[in-house]
């Protein structure tokens, strides 16, 4: 078993190389824990999917719920506070509903389901979808986390990053081989986002789910340059009916409905 020392250096380590202040990230790594296991967790299992110290932990967990942001459980667990529930439906109001009606504009243009994504930690988590009108179609669960390297809209965001930055992603990671046709080698890998870096999209092609295609693209801010708070559209379908004329159709949908998008996020 590793000691928490070993722990406490490899959370270190990786948010030395994401950037950013160390204390806002761990704050963040606490909400985000919850939020992918139901809202509520057992402080052992906390620590655990945070790779915290306990007594870190314990300081940070208090502060949050002095100020709401959490909720301390009989069992000396957390869950998330009632705080957070405002903030939640503040920012859909300010792009949730244009965020519907551009998925909704996906699936009337190409038949197939629309989905938005973005970027939370080292993995992508889907925060809403418009599902497609045909019986057999793709589903993914609003809330669910997916790893970066083996979906569409993970390698669309990865993309906008230098190679030395994914290559560090990949060794906190792993590289997972969830179907037989996921890329699990890092020089691989990288071929493949250069792909997308020259074409503007991504393809997953049945690298998360057997019998799925997947297209994707970043959404980037008004002066195309940062990519817009880490998110991306993606239209994915079942293998037969998305061929490769139709993966060329949603690129280029896609790509304009990206354009809406991120003025919509500038405006907010």
Not at 120 to 134: I, K, L, N, R
Not at 235 to 264: K, N, Q
Request: glycine residues 12%.
């Amino acid at each position: 078993m590793d000691s928490s020392a070993g722990q406490k250096r490899r959370g270190e380590a990786g948010m030395a190389e994401r950037g950013g202040v160390q204390s806002v990230q761990r704050v963040l790594d606490v909400l985000e824990a919850l939020a992918a296991h139901g809202g509520a967790m057992s402080l052992s299992r906390l620590a655990q999917e945070t790779r915290l110290p306990v007594a870190t932990l314990h300081r940070l967990a208090g502060t949050l719920v002095e100020r709401g942001y959490l909720r301390r459980l009989p069992d000396r667990g957390y869950a998330l506070g009632f705080r957070l529930a405002p903030l939640g439906a503040t920012a859909h109001s300010l792009i949730g509903g244009q965020a519907e009606a551009i998925l909704a504009g996906l699936v009337d243009a190409l038949g197939e389901t629309a989905n938005l994504a973005v970027r939370a930690g080292d993995s992508v988590e889907y925060v809403a979808q418009a599902p497609s009108p045909h019986r057999m179609r793709m589903f993914t669960e609003v809330g669910r986390r997916a790893p970066l390297h083996s979906t569409g809209v993970g390698k669309a965001l990865l993309a906008a990053q230098q190679d030395a930055e994914i290559r560090a992603v990949l060794e906190r990671t792993g590289m997972s081989a969830d179907t037989v046709h996921t890329r699990t080698g890092v020089r691989e890998f990288l071929a493949d986002i250069a792909l997308v870096r020259d074409r503007g999209w991504a393809l997953d092609d049945q690298e998360q789910e057997i019998g799925v295609r997947c297209v994707a693209v970043a959404v980037f801010s008004a002066d195309q340059v940062d990519p817009g708070a880490n998110v991306a559209l993606s239209v994915s379908g079942p293998v037969p009916r998305m061929d490769d004329a139709l993966v060329e159709r949603a690129a280029g949908e896609l790509a304009a409905a990206a354009g809406r998008l991120g003025a919509v996020l500038m405006e907010g």
